[in-house]
C-alpha cells in the first residue's frame, strides 16, 4: 500500500485559550508574515520566526486573510481551507 505524502502547509499555528503561535513553513508564508505582521506593529510580537497572536478572534481575523491570499494554512492540525470565503 503506498502512503499519501503529507500536506504541505504554508504557515502552522498553534495554540490555545486566545494565545497562538503563527509559524512560517514555507518563501511564501514568510514573505505573507513579513508583509501582513510586521514587527512595527505593536500587537505583534516576535519569537524566532514566529509571530505571537493574542486574542482569539484577532487570530481568526489572521488566518482568514492568510486564506483569502492563498496561503495553505495548519492550526492545531485542521486544514484552514476555506476559512477566509465569504459564505
Do not use: Q
Request: hydrophobic content about 30%; some cysteine.
Amino acid at each position: 500500500m503506498a502512503t499519501r505524502n503529507p500536506k504541505k502547509f504554508d504557515i502552522a499555528i498553534t495554540g490555545k485559550l486566545g494565545m497562538y503561535e503563527i509559524a512560517p513553513l514555507t518563501r511564501a508564508g514568510t514573505s505573507w508574515r513579513d508583509e501582513h505582521l510586521s514587527e512595527r506593529d505593536s500587537e505583534r510580537t516576535r519569537r524566532g520566526e514566529s509571530v505571537i497572536c493574542d486574542g482569539m478572534d484577532n487570530c481568526h481575523a489572521i488566518v482568514a486573510g492568510m486564506d483569502r491570499d492563498g496561503l495553505k494554512v495548519e492550526m492545531n492540525g485542521v486544514d484552514m481551507k476555506g476559512f477566509g470565503k465569504e459564505r
